[in-house]
């Protein structure tokens, strides 16, 4: 019985995979807000260096990961891939759970897959100082990670109410050099504005990202990075799967279901585009994409334009959303809080090659716990709501009497998100589902917009 299933260094991927040249249907462009009309790359480069521009807008199905990129990787990758005996034990179920753990990177999540060549190519483009935004943290300090390995200033805009519920991701930024402020903040026009309306405001990722963007469009030498939601860090993540298809196949095994958090998208692109790859050429795989009841951008949002932060700074993207102006109640999976999805998420939902599912915070939690009492580790609580998600499908295979292959991408680990844990053993979380009218009225003002199609 082999619990964990190891790769050696000379096994992890050296090139990372692009979905768009698979879409059965193309994904649909950014548009200008302004003339509707769709951007061109160079409209991009006061934002973003023009080597990660090129990727963004690659249809290449293969793009080399340059060595300085795979130095850094190996420092924890390949990650390992575990069979949760311990957990199907528990379930009572035939099915065989697989899990990939990126939780052993340095900063505990999967974040750093893409952080690392992000802070690469803007190293190599010039670039001096990056900024950037984060809900959890997750993102903050894998950024702040990643800078520090290549010598480059980093801004962080946390928002609001992660930066009070979870002190240790400051410090661990602080730690790697960089700066981390709670958003809104008096540092940006945007932030000022959402502080006059009320000093206390919890604050968004929307929010966040509007602060990040003004920040390095008026700094010298400075750009921004964004650790989900754009194509290039999609593809920057699928070395997750590509490392699990291999695994798999060490075990002989290939996953009737693939399950996967997500907020902005980059964990769930990251573990099962190489298998809705497989998908598009035959292979039978269900693929599903979790999301919480309090932020439902899949499973109750429309597909349309919208902007991907809250001061409307950004492009039209098109995709799932809920509304740029959405202010999310004060879950604790605060990687989950964002308005929109992912476009190249999106546009495989649309083309019903994934779906989607949406639980509640208790319900996760209680997962997280059945988890890190069967199989020891401790889940961020962005990762519970995919555990959820593997126990109702291991339960299904149950009732079926099916012996199902479930692999699941375990993101992150939750040990300095204990206060979250501390706050549902005492009995003061509580579930929040977002009302069907407040969703219709945040989206009523996008139906000015274009309809992708």
Known sequence: MNRKIILS???????????????????????????????????????????LIEQEVSAERWIDIPDEVVEKLLMWRPTPLYRAYALEKFLKTPAHIYFKNEGVSPPGSHKPNTAIPQAYYNKVFGTKRLTTETGAGQWGSALAFACNQFGLELKVYMVRVSFNQKPYRKIMMETWGAKCVPSPSPDTNAGRKYLEGNENHPGSLGIAISEA??????????????????????????????????????????????????????????????????????KEVKIIASEPVSCPTMTKGPYVYDFGDAAQTTPLLPMYSIGHDFVPAPIHAGGLRYHGMAPLVSRLVMDRLIEARAYSQLETFAAGLTFARTEGFIPAPETNHAIACVIDEAKKAKEEGKEKVILMNWSGHGIIDLASYDAYLSGKLEDYALPDEEIAKLVKELEKYPKPV
């Open 213 to 282: 963007i003004e920040d390095a469009v008026t700094t010298e030498n400075s750009k921004y990075s964004l650790g989900s939601v754009l194509n290039h860090v999609m593809m920057h993540q699928t070395i997750i799967g590509l490392e699990a298809q291999k695994q798999l196949a060490m075990a002989g095994e290939y996953p009737d279901v693939v399950i996967g958090c997500a907020g902005g998208g980059s964990n769930f692109a990251g573990v099962s585009f190489p298998f809705v790859r497989d998908k598009i050429h035959g």
């Open 9 to 51: 260094e000379q096994d992890m991927p050296r090139a990372w995979y692009n979905i768009q040249a698979d879409l059965p249907n193309p994904l649909p462009p950014p548009l200008n807000p302004a003339t509707g009309e769709p951007i061109t790359p160079d409209m991009l480069t006061p934002i973003f260096p023009m080597n």
